[in-house]
């Protein structure tokens, strides 16, 4: 996104142009909730239904403070977003209500007063208090109600079954394969701490010790207090800490011979 027009060389502005960008924008919008709360304008038309109220949707959004290029809040660089159900895990009333008025495959700008976004407060230190916010959003799909209730339904039993399979494969002693369930089972959740504790100890067992740490520290994150994931950190630090041993023995005694050698011939 790129920012709006400003005035240059110090020139005054005149007319139309003393009105901030935003509310140029607004002039061409269509307002949705009837009071200039939210307005909204079509980037690229969708097809089929609009969105129901009780549905989960998939989306990418950008949201963009006046006068700045950069977004201050996206999910467009995550690989797959996730699953949103509208009433539960969307916070802004006004994305809420943009979304309602969407179709599957639809590319959408949409301006939020306060009132419909970060109200009187604002959300410091990046939203100032009082202030409209842009959003691009597009919507990727939909499921409704009963839809939704399937997919995770689906998503609940595929997860248990892939988790079981890591845990199979660990004690097969085949960490490869654990180590690949266990991230597939991430994708479906990416903060199933049994799921990040599997790829930990996959990953120990491969002695790849900075990915094993990365994985088990987030466990941890989701489960602080959880003995099997704390116990696997301390086995992976003392198997580092002889690796590291390991490390400087075999160092020192491949250069010995030749610091030998040069005291010899100093002789």
Not at 5 to 18: D, H
Not at 128 to 149: G, K, M, Q, Y
Not at 218 to 226: D, G, Y
Request: aromatic share 10%.
């Amino acid at each position: 996104m790129s920012t709006f027009s400003r005035p240059r060389n110090g020139t005054p502005p005149s007319g139309a142009a003393c009105r901030s960008p935003y509310q140029r924008l607004s002039q061409r919008m269509l307002d949705i909730t009837g009071d200039q709360g939210v307005l909204k304008d079509v980037i690229r038309e969708g097809t089929g239904d609009l969105v129901t109220p009780d549905a989960s949707v998939l989306v990418k959004y950008s949201g963009y403070l006046e006068h700045m290029d950069k977004p201050f809040d996206s999910n467009c660089f995550r690989k797959t977003p996730r699953l949103m159900k509208l009433g539960e895990d969307i916070t802004l009333w006004g994305m809420e209500l943009g979304l309602l008025s969407m179709r599957r495959g639809e590319l959408a700008r949409f301006l939020f007063k306060p009132t419909y976004a970060y109200g009187t407060l604002g959300c410091p230190p990046l939203i100032p208090p009082n202030t409209t916010v842009l959003f691009e959003i597009e919507l990727l799909d939909f499921l409704d109600s009963a839809e939704s209730d399937k997919f995770c339904a689906l998503s609940a039993a595929k997860l248990l079954v892939l988790l079981n399979l890591s845990f199979a494969y660990l004690k097969l002693d085949r960490p490869t394969m654990a180590l690949r369930y266990g991230e597939q089972a991430l994708i479906i959740d990416q903060k199933n701490a049994k799921a990040l504790f599997r790829c930990g100890q996959a990953c120990l067992l491969l002695t790849e010790y900075q990915q094993a740490r990365d994985f088990l520290v987030r466990a941890q994150k989701e489960q602080p207090f959880n003995h099997d994931i704390n116990n696997e950190l301390k086995k992976l630090a003392s198997y580092y800490r002889d690796y590291t041993d390991r490390e400087k023995e075999m160092c020192h005694r491949m250069f010995a011979p030749c610091e030998n050698s040069s005291t010899a011939g100093e002789r």
